[in-house]
């Protein structure tokens, strides 16, 4: 059960990750709006509570992601532009990840020298170079696979106010380590092989049978599965260990997802009527 707005339940959900899951898989694909007495019922089916599922939704209006409007003596909730782009926008992130084209054997490094007084700054921009796929290899020296993202990582140290300077360079050469061996050094790869265990432990038994299950389960995985691009780097193939897990996991999301979303979304839009 889920008592609070950071309360957590098994898995790590939060209340305020679920309802961001309902609003950009339930809610966002067929509109823009949505009462509020919906949101807290399908949270309830997620076993947040109705006072837990009152105050996400007050949270997410004071962020701006949602407007309320009075109709009689309900709230409509209105997803905003920029809460409308921010969802649609991890929906199809969440769609596409894992579906990787043929990597061009080239890395992209950063390198950033930050004094320790600054430790928020440091914190910031390893945050966002790990969004976009960036490993450790220590002393302020990021690396990825993806050298698309360069412009990306450019615009991101140019905005970063970093105070002893960076650089970014492009590399198809690695003298020291075979690339196999940079990406276990760079990533906890025996972590994430865990995460993607646990999602396939999990989901490949779950057998829904009411509409609210089937609700439930879809939301569930979903928040699961969109979690994935903070953990995995998205590594090439020749990269990582052999029987790595990370396809498997996607074809089960994807068969789930086929199995039980349409059943899911007739739940949801029942509740709006």
């Known amino acids: 059960m889920v008592d609070g707005t ?3 339940r098994e898995g790590g959900r939060t209340a305020r990750t679920l309802m961001l899951t309902v609003l950009g898989e339930a809610v966002a ?12 019922t399908a949270l309830g089916a997620l076993d947040v509570s109705a006072v837990a599922a009152r105050q996400v939704v007050a949270r997410a209006a004071r962020e701006g992601l949602l407007k309320s409007e009075r109709v009689g003596r309900r709230s409509l909730m209105h997803l905003s532009e920029d809460g409308l782009a921010l969802l649609r926008e991890g929906r199809q992130r969440t769609l596409t990840f894992g579906d990787q084209p043929a990597w061009d054997e080239r890395w992209l490094l950063v390198s950033m020298t ?14 966002q170079l790990e969004w976009l796929g960036f490993g450790s290899l220590g002393n302020g ?4 696979p993806h050298a698309e993202h360069e412009a990306a990582a450019l615009a991101l140290l140019d905005s970063g106010d970093i105070p002893g300077g960076s650089f970014v360079f492009v590399t198809d050469r690695l003298a020291s380590h075979t690339p196999a061996e940079m990406a276990q050094t760079a990533w906890d ?24 299950q089937y609700f439930g389960s879809w939301i569930r995985m979903y928040s699961d599965w969109r979690h994935f691009p903070q953990f995995d780097p998205e590594l090439p193939e020749s ?14 999301f994807l068969s789930c997802d086929q199995a039980w979303s349409a059943k899911a979304v007739e739940y949801f839009r029942g509740l709006e009527t």
């Open 6 to 8: 950071d309360g957590t």
């Open 29 to 40: 694909p067929y509109g823009e709006s949505v009462w509020q007495e919906s949101l807290v």
């Open 114 to 127: 930050i004094p320790e007084e600054r430790r928020e700054v440091r914190y910031r921009l390893r945050t």
């Open 141 to 144: 020296l990021f690396i990825s």
């Open 189 to 212: 790869l025996d972590s994430l092989r865990e995460r993607y265990a646990d999602f396939v432990q999990e989901f490949s038994r779950v057998r829904p049978k009411t509409p609210e």
């Open 239 to 252: 990269l990582l260990p052999r029987r790595w897990p990370r396809e498997r996991a996607r074809e089960l």
